[in-house]
């Protein structure tokens, strides 16, 4: 079995030293096994495929009960593949929402720089209809604020 250093798993998970650290400090992996002389961390091959995981769900924003919760589960196997499809889902949802909010956005910055384009350009034509574009982006932004 090959042990991994603190700095290998963190280049090969994705992971940061201290957030590997912060994990085994909140139960989410380990505890970690140190090397009995120096003391530091010895991690083994197969924890890169929990920290890889753990690292792909910190970087949607799942938060640390649901990763325990997500840890927990996958230790149960197939007995709670119904609990960890529906905590996955929820984050997918929720992701929607993101991704959603951002395409309005991007909606927005784009008729704003057709707005700005047309007035580069002098087309007064195009301002107009870039300027109603924009109006029409109110309704979808001030919705978003409402959610």
């Not at 090959?2 to 994990?23: C, H, K, N, Q, V």
């Not at 784009?110 to 700005?116: E, G, I, N, V, Y």
């Amino acid at each position: 079995m090959t042990a991994l250093t603190i700095r290998d798993m963190s280049r090969r998970s994705g992971l940061s030293e201290p957030t590997l650290r912060y994990y085994e400090e909140v139960g989410l992996i380990g505890p970690i096994e140190r090397d009995p002389s120096s003391r530091h961390r010895r991690y083994p091959e197969e924890d890169l495929d929990t920290l890889q995981a753990l690292a792909c769900l910190r970087a949607i924003g799942v938060g640390i009960e649901d990763m325990r919760t997500y840890q927990a589960n996958r230790g149960r196997g197939h007995e709670a593949a119904g609990e960890q499809r529906d905590l996955l889902l929820r984050h997918v949802e929720r992701i929607e929402a993101e991704i959603e909010t951002l395409r309005t956005h991007l909606d927005y910055l784009r008729a704003k720089a057709a707005l700005w384009d047309a007035r580069d350009r002098g087309d007064v034509g195009a301002e107009a209809d870039a300027g109603r574009r924009v109006q029409a982006m109110f309704p979808r932004l001030e919705e978003m604020v409402l959610r």
